[in-house]
C-alpha cells in the first residue's frame, strides 16, 4: 500500500514541480497568437475549451497501452513501479509537452515535419513513412481490441464481426468529420467512464482490504516466468510503454495543439495528460498483483488468461456488475477513443506531406482512403504480430522526438538536458532491444553484446549533437527559423 501512495504522491509532485521546471525551460508566452486563431479552418483549427482539449488528448493517449501494458510490465516486478512514476515525469510527461509546443509554435505542423526540421530532411522523409504506419497500426489494433471485448459482451447477432463493421464506420465519421463534431462531444462520455474505472479500483484497492505484496523487500530483479528471453531491461521498458512514455502521444499532440486557447495551458493539458495515465498505469500494476495475490500468482493467471479476462475479472469482482460494466465501457472506450484520433493524425501527416489543403471534404476523403484501405489490411493479421511490431516502433519514435526536442532547446539556448537525458535512455531502450529481441522484430544477439551496441548508439549521438553545436557556433549550419 506504501509503495501506491507513494508513486501517486510522486506522480502528481512530479507535474507540480518538474512540469513546472520544464514549461520555464521551454520559455512560454501566453501573448503569442495560437495556431486555433492564425489558421482556423473550421475543420482540424478550431478553439476549443481547455477541458475538452485535456480530455481528448488524456483519451488520444490512453489506449490499451497504460492497461494491459501495465498488466504485462508489472510481470517484470516491482522495478515497473518506478518505471512508470520516473518515466512519466522525466520522460512522458517531458516529450509530450515539449512535441505540443514544438507544433504550436510552428503553426500547428504535424510530429514528421518538426523532427525534420530539427534532425534533417532524410530523418523527416523517414519519419513519415514510421509514423503513419504507427498510426494505421494503432487503427488497426484498436477496432480489432474493443470489437472483441463488445462480442463478448452482446448478443449472439452482435459478435466480433459486428462490432469490428460499427467502430470501422465511427472512425471513417471521426477521421473526416470536423473535430468538434464527434470527438469534441463523445470524449466527455468515454471520459467519464475511463476515469471512473480509475477511481473505482483506486478506492478499492486503498480502502477494500486488499494488500498490494509489491516485493521490493526481495529486490529489483524480474519476476518474469522467462527471464532469459525476457530481460528486465530492455524489454520492460518496451512492454510498459504508453503508462511511461510513447511515441505515439507525439503524433496525437499536434492535433490538439491545434485547437489550444493559451501557451500556458500546454502544460495542464501535455503534461499533466500524461501524468493521468501514469496514474492509470499504476493503478493497474497495483490492481494486477493485488488481485491475483503476487507476481507468482499474476503468472499462473497469465499462463491461462489473457489480458482482457484479467481486466474483466478485476473490474467485475471489485466494482460488482454495474461499476464493472462502466469500468469495461472505460477499457472499451480507451481504445477507441484512441483508434479514432490515430487514423485522423495519419490523414494530417499525408495532407502535410503532400501540402493538400483539409478543409474540403472531397481533399480529406483523397488522403483517407488510402489510409482506410491500409487499417483494414492490416487487421487481416495476427493481434500479436501486429503489437509486437507496434511497440518497437513506438519507443523508436519517442527516440527521435526527444532528439529533436534536445536540439530544439538547444538551438534556442534552452537546457537542453531536460529532453537529452532521457533520449539518451530511450536510444539504448529501443537499440538494444532491436538486436536483442527474438526474430522476427529482433536480432536475437546475447543481451551483454546488445546493450553494448545500445551504449554505442547513445555514444553515436553524443557525438553528432556536439558536431551540430559546433558547427552552429561556427555558423556553418543554419537552421530554418520559421518558428
Known sequence: MTTLIVSLLLLVGGYALYGLLVEKVFGVDPKRLMPAQTRADGVDFIEMPTWRVFLI???????????????????????????????????????????????????????????????????????????????????????????????????????????????????????????????????????FALLFMAAGLLYVLLFGGYMIPDGFSDGLQSRHPSPDTHPLFPMMF???????????????????????????????????????????????????????????????????HSAGDLVHDISVG????????????????????????????????????????????????????????????????????????????????SAFTLWAATVYLARHGRAYAVAMMPALFMTAVVVTYLFTAPSPEGFGLPLSLSLMIGLAADAICIGLFVRYKVLVGKGRLVHDVAY
Not at 134 to 157: D, E, H, I, K, R
Request: a positive charge; one cysteine or more.
Open 57 to 191: 488528448q488524456f483519451l488520444n493517449i490512453a489506449g490499451l497501452g497504460p492497461i494491459f501494458g501495465a498488466i504485462m510490465g508489472v510481470m517484470f516486478g516491482p522495478a515497473a513501479f518506478i518505471w512508470i512514476v520516473a518515466g512519466t515525469i522525466f520522460g512522458g510527461a517531458v516529450h509530450d509537452f515539449i512535441s505540443a509546443m514544438m507544433s504550436v509554435r510552428s503553426g500547428g505542423d504535424s510530429l514528421p515535419e518538426l523532427v525534420g526540421r530539427e534532425l534533417g530532411p532524410v530523418i523527416k522523409q523517414v519519419l513519415r513513412v514510421v509514423s503513419t504506419v504507427l498510426l494505421v497500426l494503432v487503427g488497426a489494433v484498436f477496432v480489432l481490441t474493443p470489437a472483441g471485448l463488445l462480442g463478448n459482451m452482446t448478443p449472439g447477432w452482435a459478435d466480433t464481426t459486428f462490432w469490428i463493421a460499427v467502430i470501422f464506420l465511427y472512425y471513417i465519421a471521426a477521421t473526416l468529420l470536423p473535430i468538434d463534431k464527434l470527438i469534441g462531444r463523445f470524449y466527455p462520455i468515454f471520459g
Open 318 to 397: 471489485w466494482l460488482g456488475t454495474f461499476g464493472g460494466l462502466l469500468a469495461l465501457l472505460g477499457v472499451i472506450a480507451a481504445p477507441i477513443t484512441t483508434g479514432d484520433t490515430a487514423l485522423r493524425s495519419a490523414r494530417l501527416i499525408v495532407a502535410d506531406f503532400l501540402h493538400i489543403d483539409q478543409s474540403k471534404l472531397a481533399k480529406r476523403l483523397m488522403v483517407s482512403i488510402p489510409i482506410f484501405a491500409c487499417t483494414f489490411a492490416l487487421m487481416l493479421l495476427d493481434f500479436n504480430v501486429l503489437w509486437r511490431y507496434f511497440a518497437w516502433i513506438n519507443q523508436m519514435l
Open 238 to 304: 518496451v512492454s510498459i510503454a504508453c503508462g511511461a512514455i510513447s511515441g505515439f502521444h507525439a503524433t496525437q499532440s499536434p492535433m490538439m495543439a491545434r485547437c489550444l486557447k493559451n501557451e500556458r495551458l500546454a502544460r495542464p493539458v501535455f503534461y499533466g495528460a500524461m501524468v493521468a495515465e501514469g496514474i492509470v498505469a499504476l493503478i493497474w500494476a497495483a490492481a494486477a498483483i493485488a488481485f491475483t495475490g503476487g507476481y507468482g500468482q499474476l503468472q499462473e493467471y497469465m499462463s491461462g
